[in-house]
Each structure stands twice: as C-alpha cells, then as structure tokens.
C-alpha cells in the first residue's frame, strides 16, 4: 500500500488536541481511577505473571547492539557485595520494552503536533519516558491468535487483523473496551524454541497498520505483542512500522515491544479467562524515548 493511505488513516486516527495542546500522556488519559479500581477489583486468584523475556547478554541477531553485563565481587572486609553493570539498547526486536511517544515522528512531527527540535543531544524534552512514570495500570487483555487459529505459533509474515480481534470476541465473550491494554500474542517463542532463532526483524508476523482503525474505535490505551507488533517486512511502501507511526504519533498510544507471552496465555487457558489487572512501569529515565520492562499479568 501507498504512504498516501497511510497519511490518510492518519488523519482518521489523529487525537491532536483531544486532551488539550500541552497533553503528553495520549492514550493512557483513557485508563481512568474508575478503570483502574475495576481492573483490580477483577483480581480473585492472587496469581502474577511475568510478561517479559529473559534479558540474555552476547549476540543476537534481532537486537540493534547485544546486551552487555558484567558481574563484579566486592570484598568489603567481613562482608562481600555483588555488583552489575549492564549496557542495554533495548529498542529493536530482541529485548521488552516500553516505547515512549517520543520514540516515532511522522512528516516531522510526533504526537500531538511535537516539533522535531524535541530531540536534543540530552534527550526528549517532551514526551519522554518519564510522562509515564506512574506506570500503565488497567485492565489487560490477551488475544491468542494462534490459538484462534487452531496452530501452536503463527509463522513469519502472517498477517493480523481486527477480523482475527472480533472473531476472538466472539469466541471468548470479552469485547475490547475503552482504556484496556491489549496484549496480541503471535507465538513468537514457542516458534523459536520449536524451530530456533531467526530474524526477527526481517520477517515475523504482527498486525496490520489498517486495525489502528480499529484501535481507535474502540479507545484502546496501549498495545503490546510478543515482536514488534508490526508484521516485517513493512506492508506500506517506503515507511517502516506502520502501525507504530498510526498509533505512537496519530494516536498517543504507548506499544510494549518483544513481550513473552507464552506463561500468559497458559494462565488464561487454564481460567478460561483472558482479561486480568495488568500493571508495568518504566524506569525513571528523563529525556528518554522508551525503557526495558517486565509488564505483570495479575489474576
């Protein structure tokens, strides 16, 4: 498809001056106090899920720049510390994390109209990171497309829709409302552990620029998936994560990156219950455009 259609799904999807000029938070002014109590009050079995992927140091092929750890010992007298140092480029295909709204512009601009001269040599001095720094609570919900589908993983390249999203409402009874955080695994890591590494970043399955639509329509918050939740390579000609530039620039809509989740959607099968209190924050790193996380799923 054209960028033409893109600019134009741009438009239709736009939340410029929604919650007013100087608004940076975007989609998560949907998630409201109410929406908040009542995703934890949905919590009744006490039970917690670890939404990230193990942070493996060395190569990898779907990172920008392999993680660096080193381990050190202190000797401190009677006593002995253990120490760490980690260099992370958590951007990229490899590693979860939290975009911020200042990680994509589109034509120049990023959300809500923000001038390219945000960016300087000490970081964003708008939409940052740190905007959310109160964390992104709310209600969760997960959608198994390959469990849709009838398959252990989807393989690379396949194609998700808001068709794949309603036939799962439908199947699951649970409608994706306003403020929820949607959560679309593709079965990333099963496919990996099945079939081993591959890149990632060159081919993998993901959504659809044209479900933003969707996203819209129904006020969702904030998204995540187990890749980069765009499908690679790009369906749009010359632009790169489509879906990422309609939703973190046109909407203000945060995307968690590279998300396991494998344990969440054994947990959900097991309950026959696909919506739970999710709750992530970022690190508090100012001028930032995103940050590694380890989302929770509370049931």
């Known amino acids: 498809m054209s960028v033409d259609s893109l600019r134009s799904w741009m438009q239709q999807v736009s939340n410029r001056g929604r919650?007013?000029?100087?608004?940076?938070?975007g989609t998560l002014n949907l998630i409201t106090p109410a929406r908040r109590q009542a995703a934890a009050a949905s919590v009744t079995d006490g039970v917690t899920v670890s939404l990230a992927h193990d942070l493996i140091p060395g190569p990898n092929r779907n990172s920008i720049q392999p993680l660096e750890v080193e381990h050190m010992v202190a000797p401190l007298g009677v006593t002995t510390a253990a120490l760490d140092r980690f260099n992370i480029m958590y951007h990229g295909w490899a590693y979860s994390h939290l975009?911020?709204?200042?990680?994509f512009a589109f034509d120049s601009t990023f959300y809500n109209e923000r001038p390219l001269d945000i960016l300087t040599p000490s970081g964003s001095t708008s939409l940052d990171i740190g905007v959310m720094s109160n964390g992104v609570v709310g209600r969760g919900v997960l959608i198994d497309v390959p469990r849709l589908r009838g398959v252990a993983y989807l393989e690379p390249e396949a194609l998700i829709t808001s068709a794949d999203f309603e036939a799962w409402e439908e199947r699951t009874g649970v409608r994706v409302s306003e403020g929820d955080i949607l959560l679309v695994r593709t079965g990333r890591w099963t496919r990996e552990a099945a079939e081993g590494p591959w890149s990632v970043r060159a081919s993998s399955a993901?959504?659809?620029p044209s479900a933003a639509l969707w996203l819209r329509e129904r006020e969702v918050a904030a998204l995540g998936g187990?890749?980069?939740?765009?499908?690679?390579p790009s369906v749009v000609d010359g632009v790169g994560d489509p879906l990422h530039q309609l939703a973190i620039v046109g909407m203000g809509m945060p995307f968690f990156d590279n998300l396991d989740l494998e344990a969440l959607a054994v947990a959900a099968a097991e309950r026959s219950r696909w919506h739970f209190l999710f709750v992530a924050s970022p690190l508090r790193l100012t001028g930032a455009s995103g940050s590694p996380v380890n989302p929770l799923a509370i049931f």
């Open 99 to 103: 975009d911020a709204l200042s990680h």
């Open 19 to 25: 919650w007013g000029e100087s608004d940076e938070l």
């Open 226 to 232: 187990d890749a980069a939740n765009d499908r690679t």
């Open 206 to 208: 993901g959504v659809h």
